[in-house]
């Protein structure tokens, strides 16, 4: 799967330029709001309208979504519009309701992503059928999950194949609803070359303001689309009121996207970047250099530890070390949560040190 150029061939037959956008309501909530998005959608470029008629909700009791007769207006809103549609589906049936009304794209959701079994269950009942389906991240950042799923519709003859990033959940509340962990779906795309992906801005930030950034944020990632939660009224919107944007603002997100080129062949763009990348490379190499000795100074007290019998976990001093280089980075501009990450991951080296001196030297 890692080097099948064929994954892209669906996008690539699609003839839109990047970023390619799907674009609808969280939710289908009535026949002319499904009507009326996807109206307004059209109007605006979009070619593939999105909307959730299955809805997994974290706890029962809110808005489930309308079911099975939502799939009779997206067959309306199609046959009056050209677009094409999208639909979350979670099981079998699902796809079995979604293939009767002749749905053309199927996303797998986060909280699905998750179970093998019935993404399992899902590639079974897609198997040999000629959709695009798009699986979106685990909830929980775990690569390895998410592949996992892809290599399940792969082998079952599913060649039109795409991923979604909509971001990973977190106990500690950010300013993200979903932090992006932008690394991973960085690696994914290293791993699959060909396989497009797309961000999901709209429940990556869960704030309809900060999607402009985002979106910026993916594209500048190579991402080849977005896809965009858009309601004709947002905030009377039955599910994610808040993330939502209307069809005129997503135009306007749209039109101020800016596409950088993904190379420029031009000699001093080359060089100068080369330039950097040397720079950049000596910078790693003493940031090694500089880790390592204050690992060796780790092993150090390590020992003196061991000798005076003390543990290893010192909270205080551990406490003490990170508001120290939370200040320092602020003041050098470097983010809270970068700095809080690094240095967690440092402390836990140095721990790991001088847990091998005091149990094994
Ligand atoms: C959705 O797209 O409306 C949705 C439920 O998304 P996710 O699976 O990413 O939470
Ligand atoms: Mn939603």
């Known amino acids: 799967m890692e080097n099948d150029t064929t994954l892209r061939r669906w996008l690539d037959d699609l003839h839109q330029h990047r970023p390619l956008i799907i674009a609808g309501p969280c939710s289908a909530e009535t026949e002319e709001q499904v009507l009326e998005t996807a109206r307004q959608l059209k109007a605006a ?71 093998p079994f019935v993404v399992q269950e899902i590639a079974d009942a897609l198997a040999n059928t000629d959709k695009i389906v798009l699986l979106k991240n685990p909830v929980n950042p775990d690569l390895a999950l998410w592949i996992g799923g892809l290599e399940r519709l792969y082998n079952a003859g599913i060649k039109k194949l795409g991923v979604i990033h909509r971001g990973f959940s977190t106990y500690e509340k950010t300013k993200y609803r979903n932090e992006p962990e932008w690394q ?25 303001e900060l999607i402009q950034q985002v979106s910026q944020q993916a594209l500048d990632l190579n991402y080849d689309g977005l896809m965009i939660e858009t309601h004709p009224e947002p905030d009377a919107a039955w599910s994610d009121a808040a993330q939502q944007v209307t069809p005129a603002r997503l135009a306007e997100i749209m039109d101020k996207l800016v596409l950088r080129e993904q190379t420029n062949e031009t000699e001093a763009f080359n060089s100068e970047l080369e330039k950097l990348r040397r720079q950049i490379d000596v910078q790693d190499t003493q940031l090694i250099e500089l880790l390592a000795k204050r690992m060796q100074i780790a092993d150090e007290i390590g020992r003196l530890k061991k000798d005076c019998n003390v543990t290893v976990l010192q909270t205080n001093r551990w406490k003490s070390i990170l508001e120290k280089m939370q200040r320092e980075g602020q003041a050098q501009n470097l983010g809270e949560d970068f700095i809080l990450k690094l240095f967690r991951a440092i402390h836990q080296e140095s721990i790991n040190h001088q847990e091998q001196i005091i149990n094994k030297e």
Request: hydrophobic share 45%; net charge positive; charged share 20%.
């Open 45 to 115: 470029g979009i070619k593939i309208f999105r909307a959730g008629i299955w809805k997994p909700r974290t706890r029962p009791g809110g808005f489930e979504g309308v079911g099975a007769i939502g799939l009779k207006w997206l067959q309306k809103a199609k046959a009056e519009t050209g677009m094409l549609m999208a639909v979350e589906v979670a099981n079998a049936n699902h796809i079995k309701l979604a293939l009767e009304h002749d749905i053309d794209v199927l996303w797998i959701g986060a909280r699905t992503t998750v179970n």
């Open 184 to 208: 991973l779906p960085i690696e994914l795309h290293q791993r699959f070359p060909h396989l497009p992906i797309f961000c999901d801005p709209s429940h990556i930030t869960g704030r309809r």
